[in-house]
């Protein structure tokens, strides 16, 4: 907890794992939790506990860096 107010520190798909550079903003609904995170990838995440279930949600996810363009590298 960081002055009252919870904030991720990873999440985690299977095997892996990816630790919170930035936690971004939070907040609640009707028996939820939002996060929404910056992961160690540099990708964005927004993530939702269902507190009556005790079970975690991937809702968004956003690749922020780009992926290469496979045909740059080739020979000419």
């Known amino acids: 907890m960081d002055g009252g107010v919870e904030k991720l520190r990873r999440i985690r798909f299977d095997t892996r794992r990816i630790e919170i550079t ?17 992961g160690s990838d540099g990708n964005l995440y927004m993530v939702r506990y269902d507190e ?4 975690w949600e991937l809702t968004m996810y956003e690749r922020t860096q780009p ?8 020979c000419h």
């Open 52 to 55: 009556i279930r005790a079970a």
């Open 67 to 74: 992926q290469s363009d496979p045909t740059s590298s080739r």
């Open 22 to 38: 930035d936690n971004i903003d939070q907040w609640y609904g009707a028996d939820y939790r939002y996060f929404k995170v910056r």
